[in-house]
């Protein structure tokens, strides 16, 4: 388009780009990034939230923790749960560079059985981890990458650094691991870790700031001739001319006046595992009973929009320190261990991680005893069986969705079963001699709830999310999947979707890094490479 066609365009309220993408999170900035490479093509990147450039709570990794349920956060509440904890909340970030601006930047290779299941059993075609490990490697400077490890690479935009080991109470908490036999590994060496513990590695810079997609992506084009950064601006339903998406409406405030960006050649939606089906339901694509009755016209009858929704449920442990805990942290979330509960498995099916901090956010109303010097573990549950729903409130795009994660609602219990194994695990690790020296009271679920019965009622009580939402616009090859492996809507033309809503099934390890390599591989099938 013309300067002046775009000067015109704009004055009418209406603007065309070659490429839109529609969210600023971990998938959509790579994806806009990368297409914006090539000069000959406009890219312009809409994102609901404010820039984060010069937001120090938002750029400095340490202080993730204040931006739960705060201006960032479009703050979710769940539909009340037949088995899980009702006053849950699902933080989404409202700020450009989405969870990985939000998030604790815990950074994990995508387990290769993980990837190859997604080609294998959903028929997902090119998702193997043969094609998608080169990915990983570009779009990462790893702190690990050398002779030793030449899968890592050394110039990607997503610095990838090693936690310094300086918490002593971790530590000891890598010797008890080891005590009780789970000993302490090297994570994303480029094998799966089944049983083992060790500092995590984070997508951070060395001197705090987080190495989120708007940071690693964005800031260093922004000023890109052809790349356009929207943000402010709240999409209000896709627009299609027949069934080809052409653009998109967008608000600048709950009550502003429409303005319509178009999609010249692909509009590509990465607003996450929560918006994107919200967003492709307020457009008519998604389950026509439900669409219809409340007033959306229906497009496209696609049942799996919103539907296969699946999380990573965790349970927490915390105790009284004997010892003074650390006062300063990378992000106070900072070693993981894995287990594996069932045997014979090629992944782990328990993950926990260690805080050293208080967490207490849905134990205390629930009468349990607080502490300010302590340290918890988190077991959570890599590949829960329970899946829920996204739908719509109303046809109100202002109006928050029915997010029902179904939580413990798999009818064999695995979920339940694995979870509060690992809470005896965690116990367990706690008790070892390594920790003598500062596993003091244990604070919750206390030393009465001994039983599977009062470990259950706990869990359903005062469970939480690791803020993993992912499977609401599953890929795949079935019908049932809306989205084929190039990332395209079935039955629609010249829309994508890149973000977590598209994992067929869940990673059993923190998603953020694959989320990024979405959005490199969306760019990469748009370009045909």
């Not at 099934?505 to 694959?514: G, L, M, Q, R, Y």
Request: glycine residues 10%; contains cysteine.
């Amino acid at each position: 388009m013309s300067t002046e066609s775009q000067a015109a365009a704009s004055a009418a309220g209406v603007r065309e780009f070659d490429y839109v993408v529609v969210g600023g999170g971990s998938g959509g900035c790579a994806v806009a990034a990368r297409l914006s490479e090539d000069p000959s093509v406009s890219v312009a990147l809409i994102e609901a939230g404010p820039d984060d450039r010069g937001v120090d709570e938002v750029l400095q990794l340490n202080r993730w923790m204040e931006l739960l349920e705060s201006g960032y956060d479009w703050d979710y509440p769940i539909e009340p749960q037949d088995h899980g904890n009702s006053f849950m909340r699902h933080s989404r970030a409202k700020v450009l560079g989405g969870c990985s601006s939000h998030n604790s930047c815990i950074a994990f290779w995508p387990p290769a059985e993980d990837l190859d299941e997604w080609e294998s059993r959903f028929g997902a075609t090119g998702w193997n981890a043969e094609a998608l490990w080169p990915v990983l490697k570009r779009m990462e400077t790893n702190e690990d990458a050398g002779p030793d490890a030449p899968h890592h690479g050394d110039s990607g935009p997503v610095n990838l650094m090693n936690i310094p080991p300086v918490d002593p109470c971790g530590v000891a908490l890598l010797e008890a691991a080891g005590q009780y036999g789970i000993p302490t590994v090297t994570f994303n060496a480029g094998t799966t870790v089944t049983r083992g513990a060790n500092f995590f590695q984070i997508n951070s810079r060395p001197d705090g700031v987080r190495s989120s997609s708007s940071v690693s992506y964005i800031h260093p084009i922004v000023d890109r001739e052809n790349f356009t950064l929207l943000t402010g601006l709240r999409a209000k339903r896709l627009l299609f001319d027949g069934l080809r998406c052409v653009g998109v409406e967008v608000v600048d405030n709950q009550f502003g006046r429409t303005q319509v960006i178009r999609s010249a050649r692909e509009l590509v939606l990465s607003a996450g595992a929560i918006d994107s089906p919200k967003l492709l339901m307020l457009s008519g694509i998604g389950p026509a009973e439900h669409l219809a009755g409340l007033g959306v016209d229906v497009l496209m009858d696609s049942p799996g929009v919103g539907s296969n929704l699946q999380d990573h449920p965790e349970g927490v442990v915390s105790w009284e320190a004997l010892a003074p805990m650390v006062e300063t942290s990378t992000q106070w979330w900072e070693i993981g261990i894995f287990d594996t509960v069932d045997s014979g498995l090629d992944r782990p099916d328990l993950m926990m991680h260690y805080g050293s901090v208080p967490f207490d956010m849905h134990t205390l109303r629930q009468g349990y005893p607080t502490a300010e010097n302590v340290f918890c573990l988190t077991p959570n549950v890599t590949h829960a069986r329970s899946r829920g729903t996204v739908r719509l409130r109303s046809r109100d795009f202002r109006d928050k969705p029915l997010v029902d994660p179904r939580y413990f609602s798999d009818p064999e219990g695995y979920d339940l079963r694995i979870m509060t194994e690992g809470i005896r695990r965690a116990r367990e690790i706690a008790r070892q001699p390594a920790m003598a020296g500062w596993t003091g009271r244990e604070l919750f679920p206390g030393p009465d709830a001994d039983s599977d019965a009062d470990l259950q009622a706990y869990i359903e009580r005062t469970h939480n999310t690791v803020y993993h939402p992912v499977g609401s616009v599953a890929m795949g090859a079935s019908d049932d999947a809306p989205v084929d492996a190039e990332l395209r809507v079935k039955g629609v033309e010249g829309l994508r979707v890149a973000d977590a809503s598209i994992f067929p099934e869940h990673t059993s390890v923190n998603p953020n890094i694959t989320v990024m390599m979405v959005g490199e591989r969306c760019a990469d099938l748009i370009r045909g490479r």
